[in-house]
């Protein structure tokens, strides 16, 4: 287990240095360190209100060690599950719920002779017939995660599931066996478990404390019920957080490796070095996915954020901007990711900070520091939420879209069918919208749309890939590439995430944050839909209304967004629209 050490900051700008060491001033004469283990919600807020909210938000600071009492019955039931012939473990959860134990999965995924973890965090159809493939239902736990018992996908999933188990279990005549064996829960307790459906009758119940909110659950049951299933070694595991949580008391802030790290972020935010940019080893790479969702929702808001760029490769000097920070987590052991031109990712870095780019550079010596390294970026995110004036455990904004969803699947009951964006312009099997603000002119081709759009963005924009299809290493490339294109042509900072996952995580900092957010919209037709049993809709209809709700959300914040319909071949719709970009991004 690693001790903690400061994150190695490589900072050649004096006015990055004079920035951060007046954070650094501030966090000590306000004893930020001290005030934060002791619970002080003044940190945050004035207001009595919101000090109460806070107050029930913070019980992450105390779940290495509440959880490290839950072991033994954690292991005991691995142990259990596994002896009765499961293989396979189905996590459905959405944002914390989900990415915790997704990060876990991965890098422990050789743990010879345990349970393997698959994620369900879409509702796209062809995602969903996916998590299922190959799997033997009467081997598989679906372990059902939602803090507040009402989460519609993760609720969807499991209609899904627990129908398939009951129509193998019926065609196999066990009559005596309930669907519910095969299924467990993890929420808070009541009233929160009691919106599970069949909560009461599953395998298991697993009730968190109320006061972690999802994104700050990593330690709680939330990932260390998936890791018992793992194999995981808990006790490495939370005493790795533990210590972490411990060294964070420390009141010097140069000293404090959580605390100088939330320092820095937001010192540099303030900069205009808003764009946190991560580079991580495999296997522990989920971890960036994981630390994007809890700086986005929990930074983003009041008109500020940091945003978080997660797999992004790393391009060459002149493809950025002056708004990055770079933060690089080794692994012993590990393998680093390639360059976008498949070179070395340290000596790029090195390019980078010779030319002013700020980089925050440590290693962990071992896949189990991740508890430490969870806790790390949970105190880190507290603490810059200090220093930019913003309450990290709210999310204001995230209902927005979920409330322009109802309203979508609303205007489909009443009509019979979804409403639909008539796009502006088609090219080939694509069809291309863009919100009004975007002058007709532009609407001649799809080449001068795209370009149009993208003269649109603001100073320090960044640029968010939504992408409302199911995941594969294909899509992933395919995604990329274009990604990299939209960088190359505008040097800004892209993000990229699968919808309706990223509405739980950067959702909050798109419509709560700086208003530099420019939006691409990739949704696609269901060649085969499922139904989702007891709804009154499929879900197909349910991603395809998150989609359309998501975009009536940004418009309504006055941001630039534009919508591309693949057609119902993914594939074939993503190769021209890889060749569209290039095309559009040639001519602007």
Not at 227 to 250: C, M, T
Request: glycine share 10%.
């Amino acid at each position: 287990m690693s001790t903690s050490r400061v994150p190695l900051a490589h900072i050649t700008r004096e006015s990055d240095r004079a920035a951060i060491d007046t954070m650094m001033e501030r966090a000590r004469a306000g004893s930020w360190a001290t005030r934060l283990a002791d619970r002080d919600t003044t940190l945050w807020s004035e207001d009595p209100a919101t000090q109460a909210r806070i107050a029930n938000r913070l019980g992450w600071l105390d779940a290495p060690a509440t959880f490290t009492r839950e072991i033994p019955a954690l292991e005991a039931f691995g142990e259990k599950i596994r002896d009765a012939g499961f293989t396979t473990v189905v996590v459905a959860g959405m944002g914390g719920s989900s990415l915790a134990p997704e990060v876990l999965a991965t890098a422990f995924a050789d743990l010879a002779g345990w349970l393997t973890v698959r994620v369900c965090d879409s509702t796209n159809p062809a995602a969903v017939a996916r998590v299922m493939q190959g799997l033997d239902p009467l081997k598989t736990l679906f372990v059902i995660a939602s803090k507040s018992g009402t989460t519609t996908e993760t609720l969807a999933f499991a209609a899904y599931a627990r129908e398939i188990v009951a129509n193998v279990l019926s065609a196999a005549g066990a009559t005596s066996t309930s669907p519910d064996d095969y299924f467990v829960a993890i929420s808070d307790p009541a009233p929160s478990i009691t919106g599970i459906p069949h909560a009461e009758a599953m395998r298991e119940r697993f009730l968190n404390p109320a006061d972690i909110g999802g994104r700050y659950s990593a330690l709680s049951f939330v990932g260390l019920v998936p890791a018992s299933l793992l194999g995981i070694d808990l006790d490495p595991l939370l005493a790795s957080g533990s210590v972490a949580i411990a060294e964070a008391r420390d009141p010097e802030p140069t000293g404090n490796f959580a605390v100088a790290l939330g320092c820095t972020i937001a010192a540099l935010a303030r900069e205009g070095r808003d764009k946190l940019t991560l580079i991580v080893d495999a296997p522990i790479h989920g971890i960036g996915a994981w630390v994007e969702q809890l700086v986005a929702e929990s930074t983003g808001k009041n008109g500020v954020g940091v945003v978080p760029v997660d797999g992004e490769a790393l391009g060459a000097v002149s493809d950025y901007e002056d708004d990055r920070i770079f933060v690089r987590i080794s692994l012993a052991g590990g393998t680093a990711p390639r360059t976008s031109d498949g070179g070395d990712v340290d000596a790029r870095l090195r390019e980078l900070t010779a030319a002013g780019h700020p980089l925050l550079t440590w290693e962990l010596d071992d896949p189990i520091d991740l508890g430490a390294e969870f806790v790390r970026w949970e105190i880190a995110t507290a603490i810059a939420g200090v220093a930019m004036g913003v309450n990290p455990f709210d999310e204001p904004n995230v209902t927005e879209s979920k409330t322009n969803t109802a309203r979508v699947l609303a205007e489909r009951a009443a009509s019979g069918t979804l409403p639909v964006l008539a796009p502006k312009v088609r090219s080939g099997v694509l069809s291309l919208w863009a919100d009004d603000a975007l002058p007709a002119a532009f609407s001649d081709s799809a080449e001068q749309l795209i370009a149009g759009q993208l003269n649109r963005r603001s100073r320090r924009s960044y640029l968010g890939m939504h992408a409302y299809l199911p995941e594969s290493p294909a899509t992933t490339a395919h995604l990329q590439e274009i990604r990299l294109a939209l960088r190359g042509a505008t040097h800004a900072a892209t993000t990229l995430g699968y919808g309706p996952r990223f509405l739980h995580s950067t959702g909050q900092l798109h419509k709560g944050g700086a208003a530099t957010g420019w939006f691409l919209q990739i949704v696609a037709g269901h060649r085969e839909d499922l139904a989702i049993p007891g709804a009154p809709y499929s879900f197909g209809e349910l991603i395809d209304a998150q989609a359309l709700g998501d975009a009536r959300s940004l418009v309504d914040h006055g941001l630039p967004v534009l919508r591309v319909h693949l057609g119902d071949d993914v594939e074939a719709g993503l190769l021209v629209l890889k060749d569209l970009v290039r095309r559009a991004t040639a001519v602007r």
